[in-house]
């Protein structure tokens, strides 16, 4: 009950500053000036409700806890128009709202969810991993800037990768043997996904990559054979594994790496 009411709390609190700014929109536009400072610095408004956004989204359950692409939508949205009216920048609406529109429609289409990997659990049901060292699937940060899986988990829960970057970049690594698939958007910046000392817990599993004028490194174990069906748009995909399993005497794993690269780069290696 309480986060039904933080929930509705927060979306109350968004009603009325969108109402406040409105009025006081109105007012400005029919020569009463006394919001001034507020309206002349209309894009820190913008700024303020992506990141109660993305602070309420990350203070939800677990279920939700993945970031939506909204609150750094209208976050940098915000701060363009703010570059823009300091003149720090050059910017032209008209020139902005269709590539931007098209840029938050295609992005939420093309955002894979953890379910998608689901798909390839009716070929191994015959094959399930018996490996017992199991990591729970949440991320933890370490002392040099990566995040890492917690501690042991001892109800056998699946680990998902979720990696959702913009504007930035980062390093991210899971040891946890009950990999189950994956999902990596880059925008505008890197990731570096370290699995070399994770398994997965069935044959086969699909991590889904997309890099938008950003990069994406993915580091696998030497026993995993790599299928890549990455669609590169003016971008580039690289797999340099090779597959060790006969040679190490271990059981072959295989993940299939899909997704697309636009004006970004994709590499697989070991």
């Given at each position: ?7 509705a709390?927060m979306?109350t609190l ?21 919001s ?5 610095n ?5 700024i303020v409700?992506?990141?109660?956004l993305l ?5 939800g359950?677990?279920e939700?806890?993945?970031?939506e ?9 915000g701060?363009?128009f ?12 008209g ?58 988990a ?13 504007l930035g970049?980062?390093?991210f ?6 990999l189950?698939?994956g ?14 000392e994770?398994?997965?817990?069935q044959?086969?599993?699909e991590?889904?990559?997309l ?14 054979d ?8 003016l ?6 594994t ?27 290696r070991?």
């Amino acid at each position: 009950m309480k986060k039904h009411r933080g929930n509705a709390s927060m979306r109350t609190l968004l009603g009325l500053a969108l109402i406040v700014f409105a009025v006081l929109l109105f007012f400005k536009n029919i020569g009463i000036h006394f919001s001034g400072m507020l309206l002349g610095n209309w894009p820190i408004a913008l700024i303020v409700i992506g990141g109660v956004l993305l602070y309420s989204g990350k203070k939800g359950d677990d279920e939700n806890k993945q970031t939506e692409f909204l609150p750094y939508f209208l976050i940098g949205i915000g701060v363009l128009f703010l570059l823009s009216k300091y003149s720090i920048i050059s910017l032209s609406i008209g020139a902005l709202i269709g590539p931007l529109v098209l840029l938050f429609i295609g992005v939420n289409i093309l955002r894979p969810h953890k379910k998608r990997s689901q798909k390839y659990q009716s070929e191994t049901k015959d094959e399930q991993a018996t490996d017992a060292d199991v990591l729970d699937g949440e991320w933890e940060p370490m002392d040099d800037g990566s995040i890492k899986s917690a501690a042991p988990a001892s109800n056998g829960e699946d680990t998902q990768i979720d990696v959702f970057t913009i504007l930035g970049g980062g390093n991210f690594s899971t040891r946890s043997k009950a990999l189950s698939g994956g999902n990596v958007i880059a925008l505008l910046g890197g990731v570096d996904i370290d699995i070399r000392e994770a398994d997965a817990n069935q044959p086969t599993i699909e991590i889904e990559v997309l890099a938008v004028m950003g990069g994406v490194e993915i580091k696998v174990p030497p026993h995993w054979d790599v299928v890549v069906k990455v669609l590169p748009l003016l971008g580039g995909v690289s797999n340099k594994t090779t597959c060790l399993a006969e040679k190490l005497s271990i059981p072959k794993k295989r993940v299939v790496v899909t997704g697309v690269a636009f004006m970004g780069g994709v590499e697989i290696r070991n």
